[in-house]
């Protein structure tokens, strides 16, 4: 496609439930990021992957979430267990490697959890 | 560490006048600088950049920023607001000496009225 593309784009669940979001970067992008957006908080990074190397995870704020990206293209974030404070809307990007380049952003997932 | 503060949470302008909206920023190394717009359940739109070069930027919908090193800032201006310019705005840094994913501001709301 021509942008990013996010799925679901709502999603739903109950306290405790796992979730999978899924992100389709633009194609030739070679990196990927997730970001969290929460109420009044700005946009918080959460992972990036950049090729064949080993992701950044240093934004995941617990051993709950987790992320992969098979075949340097599509990724999923996981979250495990899901807690009410996990309700935000999860921003995936893409663009060419890093340094300047722009990222691109999908229209987000917005998860609720009651 | 790096970081962004955007010290205005709201703007409002009347439409035909000017507007600006504040951004600083701290990083070890040299800034890339960003500006994304968002409206209401949409994902972040890239309106302008800076990584090296003459400070005033110019980027889309008439929106231009000025590169102040001294200041560490990178405001956002318009000459003329519009309507339709009523959103909300981040600005983001990323070090070119450290880390891989932007760092946002909590962002602004943009508010012009007619």
């Known amino acids: 496609g021509a942008g990013v593309s996010q799925s679901p784009s709502n999603k739903v669940t109950e306290k405790g439930k796992d979730v999978e979001l899924r992100c389709d970067p633009i194609?030739?992008?070679?990196?990927l990021y997730w970001y969290r957006q929460s109420l009044g908080q700005g946009l918080e990074f959460l992972i990036y992957?950049?090729?064949?190397?080993?992701?950044?995870k240093s934004g995941l704020p617990s051993d709950r979430f987790s992320a992969e990206r098979t075949g340097g293209s599509v990724s999923t974030l996981t979250i495990q267990r899901t807690q009410q404070e996990d309700s935000a809307v999860y921003l995936c990007?893409?663009?060419?490697?890093?340094?300047?380049?722009?990222?691109?952003f999908g229209a987000g997932t917005r998860l609720s959890v009651l | 560490a790096q970081s962004v503060a955007q010290p205005e949470d709201q703007v409002n302008v009347a439409e035909g006048n000017p507007l600006t909206v504040k951004c600083t920023y701290s990083?070890?190394?040299?800034?890339?600088l960003f500006w994304y717009v968002q409206y209401p359940n949409r994902g972040l739109q890239f309106l302008l950049k800076?990584?090296?070069?003459?400070?005033l930027v110019k980027g889309s919908y008439g929106f231009e920023a000025e590169f102040n090193k001294s200041q560490t800032s990178f405001h956002l201006k318009k000459p003329s607001a519009l309507v339709s310019d009523s959103a909300l705005y981040f600005c983001?840094?990323?070090?070119?000496?450290?880390?891989?994913?932007?760092?946002f501001g909590k962002g602004t709301t943009l508010s012009v009225s007619s």
């Open positions: 990007a893409s663009s060419y490697r890093t340094g300047g380049n722009i990222q691109y």
């Open positions: 194609s030739g992008h070679t990196a």
């Open positions: 992957f950049q090729g064949n190397s080993a992701p950044d």
């Open positions: 990083v070890s190394g040299n800034p890339y």
């Open positions: 800076y990584i090296t070069g003459d400070n």
């Open positions: 983001a840094v990323r070090d070119d000496q450290a880390g891989t994913a932007l760092i």
